[in-house]
């Protein structure tokens, strides 16, 4: 669906609830092979101009509703972006079609309300940390594992809760056989990774909770450490019974407007259907790929994430099988082989939606 079609259905939202639209969308549609560049957008800092752009276009209101789609990103885009809302509005509300993942439950939790669909999630916010002392994929030492904070945190549980080591010798040599195997400087950025992510959700607890609701805590501790598991899908009904009366269900007339805006943004994504990379270059040895991968937008003003890519595809040819080509030239496709993709990135980053895609 384009824009013009999207415009129509943000309009309607905003009549519904009284407030000005903004629309943050992060595509996560899959692709075989996995993790072809562009289908999977991130939260980053990159974008905060824009929101700044609409923000001032909009004015100060009473009632600014973000309504959100992401699988997460850079945690450390969130403080200053809820701060950004907040100075714009008297009141700012999430509205959670789907999925608000991670940094998008950051997000949600620096909201004086959130309303979610039946279909609606968020996940945990443990991060998984990454610098250049964290271990080296032994496949590709280019690229670097990353430590899950809570992994290590479970580590130490598990030393003392299965294995009962509570000495203090004992929890010494623990502590050892991990920094053999990760360095610790790798170890001291999860640290600090830890204290900053329950820092940064006390603040935005903060900005709407009473500053010794004993929620706080609790909502703290349940989305660092009690789902066990990063990829958690939080429900509506769990989100309700965790976070109180902030988090609510959207009336009948909000569910349909908010579940027919998603479908327009999933449709033009094609969010429902995983891209087939083969598929899309034949027997083509080069092809050029453009991705949409995200929309910051209201009913105004529309930014799209683009990518742009070259795609060169080769057989995957058995060690005993030699081809003569010409130098310079293409290696054939030959059938019956396999094949590898490399990318090049033309470009990649947030334009205008000239297009009105």
Known sequence: MAYEDRKRLIAELEQI????????????????????????????????????????????????????????????????????????????????PFRAHSAGTLICLGADEVIMSDAAEMSPIDPTTGNQFNPSDPNNTANRFGISVEDV?????????????????????VLKELTRNVHPLALGNVQRVYMQIRRLAGQLLGLHVAENDPRINDIIKALTEKFYSHVHAISRREAITLMGDWVRNPTDEEAIIM????????DTLCLREKFQLPTFMGDQQVRDL???????????????????????????????????????????????FSRSY??????????ANQEEV
Request: charge should be negative.
């Open 290 to 336: 453009a991705v949409t991968g995200g929309f910051i937008e209201n009913a105004d003003k529309s930014y799209v994430f683009n990518t742009n890519i070259k795609v060169i595809q080769r057989p995957n040819l058995p060690p005993n099988v030699q081809i003569q080509i010409p130098p310079g030239a293409a290696m054939p496709l030959s059938p019956g």
């Open 17 to 96: 609830r009284g407030s000005k639209v903004l629309c943050y969308i992060l595509s996560d549609r899959e692709s075989f092979p996995p993790n072809c560049p562009g289908f999977s957008a991130q939260m980053a800092s990159e974008p905060h101009l824009l929101f700044v752009d609409h923000l001032r276009a909009i004015g100060r209101i009473p009632q600014l509703d973000l309504f959100l789609y992401t699988r997460g990103g850079a945690t450390d885009s969130v403080w200053p972006l809820v701060s950004l809302f907040r100075e714009y509005a008297d009141r700012f509300t999430v509205l959670v």
């Open 153 to 173: 945190a479970a580590y130490f549980e598990l030393s003392k809760d299965r294995a009962g080591i509570t000495e203090h010798s004992g929890k010494i040599d």
């Open 342 to 351: 490399d990318f090049s990135i033309q470009q990649i980053g947030w334009i």
């Open 259 to 266: 579940w027919n805006l998603f479908d327009a943004y999933a």
